[in-house]
Antibody, heavy 116, light 106 residues
Framework: EVRLVESGGGLVKPGGSLRLSCAAS????????MNWVRQAPGKGLEWVST????????YYADSVRGRFSISRDKAKNSLYLQMSSLRVEDTAVYYC?????????WGQGTLVIVSS | SYELTQSPSVSVSPGQTASITCSGD??????TCWYQQKPGQSPVVVIY???KRPSGIPERFSGSNSGNTATLTISGTQAVDEADYYC?????????FGGGTKLTVL
């Protein structure tokens, strides 16, 4: 069974930084592209970033490019999202997702609140 | 940038058929997934590659995709199907989501 467990969310002031983690289990981590997708309160889903299975290729949404950094650690079966220069509009539940031909598999999400 | 458009809401009576559409330029040339999200829960895929159902998803869920429109159809809609539904496709290594459709069963 695919299991994705996010952590690291919390309350941070505008301009601050936060690092999200996602522990993956139940599948061969190195074989899959991984993504972060976020959902602002009461809003829809917004793709944030993708890292390919090897880690060689990385993609970002325009809204976070230059401020967020995605990475993965194959030894720890973990995905990360380093967020800096956070803005109020980054407030959202951040989901870790596994990508394959059957669509995205989702974790339970971690809430990030950016507020003064 | 590529965009997917969904109607904000759809209402259906129990036992009837609900159709939720997703439109985008030449969407039929891409694979579309559909996700169901209930309040306080993470999204779950109900249709992938336009029309395929993951194991565990009831047969009443079906999908199609042609031209500029993908459609999620729920036959014999049940109260438990009340949720938000999102379509999703890929464009240049970017996951594109529709704005979501709130399905009300009343």
């Amino acid at each position: 069974e695919v299991r994705l467990v996010e952590s690291g969310g919390g309350l941070v002031k505008p301009g601050g930084s936060l690092r999200l983690s996602c522990a993956a289990s139940g599948f061969t981590f190195i074989n899959y592209n991984m993504n972060w997708v976020r959902q602002a309160p009461g809003k829809g889903l917004e793709w944030v970033s993708t890292i390919t299975s090897s880690g060689r290729y990385i993609y970002y949404a325009d809204s976070v490019r230059g401020r967020f950094s995605i990475s993965r650690d194959k030894a720890k079966n973990s995905l990360y999202l380093q967020m800096s220069s956070l803005r109020v509009e980054d407030t959202a539940v951040y989901y870790c997702t596994r990508q394959d031909i059957t669509g995205l598999s989702w974790g339970q999400g971690t809430l990030v609140i950016v507020s003064s | 940038s590529y965009e997917l458009t969904q109607s904000p809401s759809v209402s259906v009576s129990p036992g009837q058929t609900a159709s939720i559409t997703c439109s985008g330029d030449k969407l039929g040339d891409r694979y579309t997934c559909w996700y169901q999200q209930k309040p306080g829960q993470s999204p779950v895929v109900v249709i992938y590659q336009d029309a395929k159902r993951p194991s565990g998803i009831p047969e009443r869920f079906s999908g199609s995709n042609s031209g500029n429109t993908a459609t999620l159809t729920i036959s014999g809609t049940q109260a438990v199907d009340e949720a938000d539904y999102y379509c999703q496709a890929w464009d240049n290594n970017t996951a594109i989501f529709g704005g979501g459709t709130k399905l009300t069963v009343l």
